[in-house]
Each structure stands twice: as C-alpha cells, then as structure tokens.
C-alpha cells in the first residue's frame, strides 16, 4: 500500500478541493500571464541587449521547466513500478536490508534514530542496523552499549579517533550484510510505515539507488527552519521529483537513501580516496556515491512515498556552514558528473544538467547587475528583476500548493527566493574561494 | 549488457512529452512577447492606449463644448500648431517635450471652446482655392515622428474627435527603435484615418560640416563642406544633395504607406532664412522643396501674423510652436490673439492680450496706452495687430501721441514688414508711401510746415477701392486714387523712425477700424474718459452726452431727450463712461411723455446693454443682446407714478443688477449675460405714437460699488 497521506488531500471537502484548485489554477493562468508580459518587457529591449534577452527567457524557461518535470514525476514513478511487476510478478520481493549509520557526539539523537530503524514495517529478521562511532567524546559509546542490550542483532563499532564520514561509511558499507544498504545520517529517521516504499524500486534491476522524501522534522522552530521547510518540500518534491521523472536523481540525500550494495561495494575504495585539486574530498559524500551508481550505468529515483525526518539547522551561522559545504559538493561532483553524463544521457547533459551548471554560476553575476549595477551606473532600479524572481517563485509556489495542500510552511518559499536572490547564490563564490578548506565544520 | 533496456523505452516517452511541454511554453514565451512587442492590436502600447482611450471618452462626455462660444461662422485664418513629443521620467519637460498633463488641457480646453480639427486636404483647399472653413478651425501637427508622441496623443485625439498630421524622420523607421516609430506603425496610424503622415527628412534632420573648421550648420539650408576636396560644394552639388534627400524621404512614405506625401516640414523650421554659408537657400531651397512637395511647414517666427489665410496660395505655411508651459488657458489666449479680427474693432485701451505685435523695436503697454520706441540698437519700432490681416476696404482713425522721432506712420493694409501701405508724417510733409515686396514707394507727397500737435493727434487713413485719404483731425489733408490698388488688403499698424538710433517714440492711446465708408471717423476721445464717482445736476452739450436715436437738447441746466419727427423713442449714452464696470447709477429726471422710460447700465451699445424698464403696467429688468430684447425680471407696476422728480437707480456689480424707485428696492436680478462686464450708462425712452416720448434729466450720480 502506498501511504501518500501527506499528499492526499482527504481532510478537506470535495467542494473545498475543487474551489482549491480552481483558484490555483486562476491564480496560474495570472502568474503566467505576467511572466509573459514581463519578459516582453525585456524583449522590448532585444535590439539594446540580445543576449540579456535570449539569456532571461531561456533562464525563466528553464525554471518552469523543472516544475513541468515535476509534473511527469509520477506518471514516470508508477510506470517504473509496473515495470517492476516483470522482474517481480508476484510482489515477495524483500531483501535484506543493513543500515549504515555514521555517527559523532550524537549522544541525544542516536538512540532515536536506531529505534526508528528497529520499528520499520519489515520482517526483522532481514534488518540489520549499523552505527560508527566516528571518534565521539561525548557519551555517545554509552548510549550504543544500552542500545546494544536492547537490540541485540546492532551492529556497533567504535572509533576511538576521528576518520571521517566516508570512512564510517565505507566502513559500515564493508560491515553490512544486507543486498540493500540504508544510509542515515545519524539525526534522521525513516517514518517506520513508509520503510517499504524505499526498499520496493529495487526490484527492478536497473534502479541502484533510492532516495526518500526528507522533511526537518525541526521545522517549527523559527522562521530559519520553516523557511528550510519550505526549501526541502520544494527540493525534494519539486526538484527532484524533477530529475526523478527521468530516473537520474543526481543526489540521493546523505539524511534518507537506499543503495543496492553490490553496485556501490567494487566502488567504495575509489570513492574513499577521492581527491580534488590534490586534497581528499570530505563533503559532498552523497552526492558522489549517486554519481558513481549513475556512471555505472544504473537508474537513481526519488520516492515521495518514504518519508523520512531529519534536523535541520536553527541558527543561521550553521546555516550559512551547511549551504557552503553543499555548494562545495555541488561544484566538484558537477565536474565529476559532467566528465560522463553527456555521454550517458546526452538529453538530460544538455536540457538539465549543464543548463543548471550555466544558471548557477551565471544568476550571481545578473543578481549583481540588477542589484548593484544597473542602478549605480545605468539608474535602472532592480523592480523588474525581482518581480521576474517573485513570478517564479508564485508557479513554484502554486505547483507546491497543488500537490500539498497541508503543507503549511509554503510561504516560506517567497523567503527563500528572496534571501536566495540578494544573499544564497553569492555563496556559491564564498564556497569556490574557501574550497581548499576540507574541514567538516557544522556540529 | 545493456543495463538500461527497460527503462529506456518509457523514459523516451517521458523525454519526448517534457520536451514538448518545455518547447510550447518557450515559444508561447518568446512568441508572446514579440506580438506584444510588435504593434498589433495586443501589443503592450495598443493596450494603454485603448484603456487610455476609454478613459479620456469618459471626461470628454462630461466637458460638452461650450455652444455659446461656437458662431457657425466661416473662418478666413487658420493657425496650425506644432509639437513634438512627450515628458517622462527620462525626458524631462523641455521645448520638444511637453507634460501630457498639460497637453489634456490644451486639448480638452480647445474642444471645450468650440476648437476642431481640420485635415491637411482641408488646409491645402483654404490655401489654394479659398474654401471655407468653420470658425474655430486649426491643424494639429507633431514633428519627427516619436513613439512616445503618438501613443500618448492618440488615445485622447482619438477621444476629441481630433486628427493631426506627422512629420516624420524616415531613416528613424527601424522596428528597433524605442524612440521612433516603425514603419508598421505608420501603417497602422495612416489605417486609423486620424493620422496623416507627411515628409520631415530622411536623413537631413540635423547637421553637417559647413567649413574646414568643422563648424556645423543645417543639413538643408547650408552649403556642406566636403572634406577630401577641400572645398564647399558647388550651388549644382548642393540641389542634388538637397534633391536626393526629398526623393528619399518621399519614396521611403510613399511606398510604405502606399499614399502620395505631398507635403513635408522644414527641419528646425529653417527653409534657409537661418542658413550660415549660403544666404541664397532662402529663394533656392523653397523652390526646390516645390518640385516635390506643393505645400511645406515651418515655425513661424514672431514679427508676422500667426495664423494662415485663405486663398493666398503659400507654399509655405505657418506653424504655432506651442509652449509646453502653457495651460489651456494660455493656449486659448494665444490663440485668441491671431483669431481674426471682425470690423467695426475699436479700442481706447490696450494690453498684451488684444494681439499687438511687435515687428521691430520695443512694444509696452503702461496704463492700458501702447508705446512703441526704438532700442539701443534701432532706429525705430512698429507695431501690428494679429488677426487683422485679412480686412479690405476700410477706414482705421487713431489717437496717438508723437514723442520722439522724426517720421510718423499709420499703416494699413498690412501683410508684413515690406508690404503695406503707409500714412507717412514728418514735420515738413505727409506722405503717402506704399511698400511692395520690400520696394518703398512714393504715391503722393505734400510738402508743408505742419502745424498739428504733437498730443493726441487725430489720424486717419482710409483705403478703399483704390481709393486713399489721410486724414488729421476731422480735416482731409490728401487722396490718392489708382485702381491698380484697388485689390490692396491686410491690417493695421503703427512705426515710427529717427535717423538717430534709438531716438523713436510714440504712444497710441486708441484706434477705431469702420467699414462704411461714409460714416465720419468718430474716435473716442481719451481726454473725455470719465472717472468714478461721476455727478452732473448742469448739462451742457460738452459733457460727453451722445444721442443715438432722437434728439438731445439741453435747457437751463437740464438735458432733455425726446424723439421727434418719425420717431417713436429717443436715447442716449454717456461717452466715456465705456469703461465703467461696478457701479450705482442714480438719475433724477421728470417724466412729461411716453409709455416707457428706461435706464440703460452696461451699455455696450444700441443693441447691447442691460436695462430698467419702467411703464406704467411694468418694472422689468432687460437685457439686450444682439438685438435681442430678453426679460429677466418683470412685476405689475403698483407704485404710485409720480410724472415729476422720478428717483430711479440701478446697481451693477458682477452679474447683479438691482433696481431702485424713489431709494427704496424694487427687484434685482443675478445672471446677466456675462459680455457685459462693463458698459455705459444711459436713457432710453418709447411711445407708440411718433414723437410722444420725453424726459427731462435733472441729476445724474454714479457711484463706484
């Protein structure tokens, strides 16, 4: 059974759907009504500046366009679901799974997390659950050896010093025993009842890893997580969905993912000593394993249907730490990928891939035309850019809102487009400058 | 093996929808932006222009024009008036750029008044074959051919009913441009049938090098110097230069347009009267122009009358730069001054507004009299009057005062400074001189002393049929006749000149214009002007008393008017109480004869004026207007008449006017006609009978209010 209950809408009326969707809609045909007037305005100007012109409709483009992908995501999930019924006519599909669960001073979270794995709706005689300690000097080492009692069949191994999150990986990876491997950050969880739905797409062969839906499940705290909310809904469930309805999810989330372990096993030597610019690589660990299942040859989704929890940062410094590490992972697996991918999906390279590449370095050079230049140097104010930017973020908003009604952090999205415009993509540089400094530097 | 073969198939299908999905949006995108762009009927600017529209449709239902300002006259002058374009944020308010606030209320103040648009059809039939035109009739033109001009002009022309013509710049014709308009839109503009669209330049609209130093001057009206050659083009290369450009820009209109262009409008208005290398583009260029364009435009420079006249076959017509200070208001009064100017025109006391125009030297008013004077730099001044230019047949009588200077001249028959004929006076003769395409000519002299004075002399001349006479005073000092002139026409003015600069001037305290050629030149005489507060109780024939109708006599002390002979009624007025405007005229006066006794305040004259009508069934308050008798007011007479010692008064302040019997109110009445802001006082009296109605006028008070 798929439990989609974030996603369905039954606690509202049928009337107050219908209504709901009406004015969604309404509300569409306007946004996009304006877009359209408003990019006239900058063709208005094609004559003067051609490539700003070509360069703002092919930006806006493609920004619509991952919200059209998002809306093949699930005519794409089911149709690889029914494929499945091929490989597996009569469901018994059900492999063992080991989870993989690195860990430093996580003395309050970690016992959490590993009950929740112990809880998942499958037969417990086919989990296994595996927790490095990674060095902690905290009373995490206590708290595994209770949870040891309780649960007999963890795995725990100790670390008196410090090697790293891969190494903890690589290591747990080495440890399992299960054909299927669920790596977990050591504060998120996995919702028990959505656990199947995480473990099913492996049943077909050409799915090597799985992603689950993350949401912090700190969200109302301040308006920093909500606005993270927001964020992951619309990563998650837009974004990836995204590149999920093409089956090349190029980062299944370090928090919540499944791998198959014999494809990520003859890798993990390769990807542990992972160098860039002749220093090992210590972030961007996830986004890296994905890479190496997608340049073997094998398909990565996202799963809306397992849903997963995990903490996010409250303060704004860890914030601003978290973005930089996840910007520096985004750049060097991009060089990575973008070494193979053309040559695997030339369709994907082309309308996704380098498009995104192009757009992110590119969009804090025009923030910084239309913020800081143009109204220096030409006394052109920024009003146009912003509604530009505000535009886009009401369809992704509306698209949001469509597929969750309940989910109420969503204006947190019009925060986020506008922190993103003035401040986010700004760190991008700051991760690029600072790219030799290996240091973890969160918690 | 082919580890991707299952999934393969479905995600082509995926691919393939996405992309489609992406394409449609990209070109619905791209394509929508073009069509708002391009100039259909979706494009951005049609858009605010319609909901412009509709909202200028609604304030111009509400501002009717004015029917009471509208004759159904024919007009014999037209002014054509000339804009460019519009202020925004980015261009401020500037010669070239007015405030569209300020254009709605130039236009919507033309309209209200009665103003309407003609076409350029119009106009070239006016000029050409002396068509008539409605009063109030004026061409709307826009130079260069700015975007900005015509999507904030349209709406509202629309909205008025107006239409206008462009000149336009054709090398600026690119779908490019921001600033100018495209050809498509011309297209569109000449389809509305509101626009016409007409010949400024192709590329002439600025300037070229017109000497070795790399000075600059005019593309049409200099010679260019060509820079490899060393020298300035010869009188032959500058005709094909100038030849080439028209055939361009005529070609360029005519084929997008698919209309003949026969009309275009001189760059910066200089048909080479501003030219720096070559003063002879002034007869060469306008001839040039011809071949290809049978009618063209420019500014037109003060010193001339500002309006075009019927029937005189210019090439070249005027245009009225409208200031882009200027409120409807002014627009209004500037129009006001070249309007043309009907006969009878008197006047005792002028001002900047009546359309006095100064030719040469210096023009003031001070204390409602017209001085003209020489400047530092000339040796005299004259003066004209706009909107006269089109009288024939006439008699013009001033009163002047001769300062300084050694020739004095009233001119009539005005068309511009080198054409007109002149009442000449110097100390030893008087002359009279006509002046013909600048040649000055003598066509009769007496030479004598004169001996007249120098304050308020009297002159007059008349010209009618060829037939001229000076007079000073009441007395004919010369005629000449020649029936060669007898098809002279054009206005009035004034010049005065010393052979030493600035030695030259002379006050004009006021002038009279008739038509009847036999009616004595009566002028007011500025020394008779009364002044408030006015009481007689001893008449005599010098007070000033003029009889228009019936007799006036005057005996022991007393005045007496009465009708006489034929006639059923007599009155009278009071010269120089014209002026007079709030006032409490009180008359004491015995009744002997007649039905009615009426006392005349705000006359204007016979036919104008407002009254207190008095007989024994009635007291009504009138006014006549036009000749038209109007009762405002009338109660049944009650009072008790007595025939001797009648106390009868009338208040006049704003549009009030109330009556008195015997110090005690009557009635009053508030709304009369608002021409009569001012006027004179007099008597009025009527019988059925001939020669059964007389007064007997004791005292006359009036006293300011």
């Given at each position: 059974m798929i439990d989609n209950s974030i996603y369905h809408t039954k606690e509202y009326g049928i009337f107050s759907n219908i209504f709901f969707k009406f004015i969604l809609i309404f509300t569409g045909v306007i946004a996009f009504t304006s877009v359209i007037l408003l990019k006239a305005t900058t063709v208005d100007q094609y004559w003067r500046d051609p490539y700003l012109v070509v360069y703002t409709v092919l930006v806006t483009t493609f920004e619509l366009s991952r919200v059209f992908g998002a809306m093949f995501y699930n005519y794409s999930y089911k149709k690889m679901l029914k494929q499945k019924k091929s490989f597996d006519p009569n469901g018994i599909f059900e492999p063992t799974v080991s989870f993989v669960i690195p860990c430093k001073n996580e003395e309050k979270s970690i016992g959490k997390t590993i009950e929740k794995c112990f809880e998942s709706h499958y037969p417990k005689e086919k989990l296994e659950v595996i927790v490095i300690n990674?060095?902690?000097?905290?009373?995490t080492e206590e708290v595994l050896r209770q949870m040891k009692l309780r649960h007999e069949s963890l795995v725990v191994e100790n670390w008196s010093v410090n090697k790293g999150k891969r190494h903890a990986m690589a290591t747990g990876f080495k440890l399992a025993k299960g054909e299927i491997i669920v790596q977990l950050d050591s504060d998120s969880y996995i919702v028990p009842s959505t656990f199947r739905h995480l473990i099913e797409p492996f049943a077909h062969p050409e799915i090597g890893a799985v992603c689950a839906h993350a949401d912090p499940e700190n969200a109302g705290k301040n308006w920093l997580t909500k606005m993270q909310s927001a964020y992951y809904f619309m990563s998650f469930r837009i974004l990836k969905a995204a590149e999920s309805s093409f089956m090349l999810v190029f980062c299944c989330s370090g928090c919540s993912s499944a791998y198959r372990k014999d494809i990520v096993l003859p890798i993990l030597d390769t990807w542990l000593g992972e160098k860039f610019l002749g220093l090992p690589v210590t972030w961007g660990d996830d986004r890296s394993l994905t890479n190496w299942v997608l340049k073997l040859g094998y398909n990565t989704v996202y799963t809306s249907n397992a849903r997963a929890y995990t903490i996010c940062p409250e303060r704004l410094r860890q914030f601003i730490k978290q973005q930089v590490r996840w910007k520096k992972g985004w750049f060097v697996n991009s060089i990575f990928a973008s070494k193979f991918i053309y040559r695997r999906e030339p369709f994907i390279a082309f309308t996704y891939f380098f498009p995104l590449i192009a757009v992110t370095l590119i969009t804090p050079f025009m923030a910084f035309k239309a913020f800081v230049y143009n109204p220096v140097f030409l006394n052109i104010p920024p009003y146009l850019y912003m509604a530009g930017v505000f535009l886009v973020a009401i369809i992704i908003t509306l698209y949001y809102r469509h597929v969750s009604r309940r989910h109420k952090y969503w204006p947190y999205v019009f925060v986020w487009s506008a922190i993103n415009m003035v401040f986010l993509s700004f760190i991008l540089f700051y991760a690029l400058f600072t790219i030799q400094n290996r240091k973890w530097g969160t918690r | 093996m082919n580890k991707r073969k299952h999934l393969k198939r479905h995600l082509m299908l995926i691919k393939f929808n996405f992309s489609f999905t992406v394409f449609v949006v990209f070109i619905i995108m791209s394509y929508a932006g073009y069509v708002i762009n391009s100039s259909s009927v979706f494009a951005k600017n049609n858009i605010i222009s319609s909901i412009r529209y509709l909202n200028y449709k609604s304030i111009s239902a509400q501002a009717k024009v004015n029917q009471a300002q509208v004759k159904n006259e024919a007009s014999t002058s037209i002014p054509v008036l000339v804009y460019h374009g519009f202020a925004s944020k980015s261009k401020p308010e500037s010669e070239y750029s007015i405030d569209l606030k300020k254009f709605e209320d130039q236009m919507i103040s033309l309209k209200k008044s009665g103003y309407r648009t003609v076409t350029l059809e119009d106009l070239k039939r006016f000029n050409n074959e002396n068509a008539s035109l409605p009063e109030k009739s004026f061409l709307l033109t826009f130079d260069d051919g700015r975007q900005d001009m015509y999507y904030n002009a349209d709406p509202l022309l629309r909205a008025l009913n107006y239409n206008a013509v462009i000149f336009d710049i054709t090398e600026k014709n690119d779908a490019g441009s921001n600033y100018y308009l495209s050809k498509d839109e011309l297209k569109r503009m000449t389809k509305s049938k509101r626009w016409d669209v007409e010949a400024h330049a192709y590329k002439g609209h600025g300037d070229i090098e017109i000497d070795a130093n790399g000075k600059k001057g005019h593309f049409f009206s200099n010679k260019q110097w060509l820079k490899d050659q060393n020298r300035a083009e010869t009188t032959d290369e500058y005709t094909a230069r100038i030849k080439d450009e028209l055939t361009h820009v005529k070609n360029d209109l005519e084929s997008t347009l698919n209309t003949p262009v026969t009309t275009f409008a001189y760059p910066y208005g200089d048909y080479g009267q501003e030219s720096l290398n070559f003063p002879e583009a002034k007869q060469l260029l306008p001839n040039i122009v011809k071949e290809y364009f049978p009618l063209s435009f420019y500014q037109y420079a003060s010193g001339a009358f500002s309006y075009n006249y019927a029937g005189e076959r210019n090439a070249l017509i005027k245009r009225i730069i409208v200031d882009s200070k200027w409120s409807g208001e002014n627009l209004l009064s500037e129009l006001a001054k070249g309007h043309s100017k009907q006969i009878p025109y008197s006047s005792n006391t002028f001002d900047q507004s009546q359309g006095w125009v100064s030719s040469w030297g210096n023009l003031n008013f001070d204390n409602r009299i017209m001085k003209i004077e020489s400047g530092k730099d000339s040796a005299g001044s004259s003066v004209f009057l706009d909107g006269s230019k089109s009288w024939k047949n006439y008699s013009f009588s001033s009163t002047v005062n001769w300062e300084k200077g050694s020739d004095l001249s009233v001119l009539s028959n005005y068309l511009d400074d080198n054409n007109y004929l002149s009442f000449n006076l110097t100390q030893s003769s008087v002359r009279l001189v006509l002046k013909n395409m600048g040649e000055q000519k003598i066509l009769k002299e007496i030479k004598r002393e004169l001996d007249v004075p120098k304050d308020n002399l009297s002159l007059g001349i008349r010209s009618i049929d060829g037939k001229t006479s000076l007079f000073i005073g009441d007395k004919l000092v010369l005629e000449y006749e020649n029936s060669e002139y007898k098809d002279l026409y054009g206005g009035v003015g004034f010049k005065i000149w010393d052979k030493q600069i600035n030695n030259a001037s002379m006050q004009i305290k006021s002038i009279k214009i008739v038509k009847d050629s036999d009616q004595n030149v009566v002028v007011v005489d500025p020394t008779k002007i009364k002044s408030l507060p006015y009481k007689i109780n001893s008449f005599n024939q010098d007070l000033g008393w003029t009889k228009t109708w019936g007799t006036l006599r005057y005996n022991q002390e007393a005045m007496i008017l009465e009708s006489t002979g034929d006639g059923t009624g007599a009155s009278s007025y009071l010269q120089g109480?014209?002026?007079?405007?709030?006032y409490s005229y009180q008359t004491k006066l015995d009744w002997s004869k007649g039905s009615n006794v009426i006392l005349m305040a705000r006359y204007l004259d016979e036919k104008n004026y407002v009254s207190f009508n008095i007989s024994d069934q009635y007291l009504r308050i009138e006014q006549r207007v036009d000749d038209q008798t109007e009762i405002l007011k009338e109660i049944k007479n009650e009072l008790n008449m007595p025939k001797y010692g009648l106390d009868v008064k009338i208040d006049v302040v704003g549009n009030k006017i109330v009556c008195y019997f015997q110090n005690s109110p009557i009635f009053d009445f508030i709304g009369i006609n608002s021409k009569f802001n001012k006027g004179a006082i007099g008597f009025k009296i009527w019988d059925q009978a001939p020669a059964n109605a007389k007064i007997i006028i004791n005292e006359v008070l009036v006293d300011p209010l």
């Open positions: 990674d060095g902690s000097t905290d009373k | 109480s014209e002026n007079w405007q709030e």
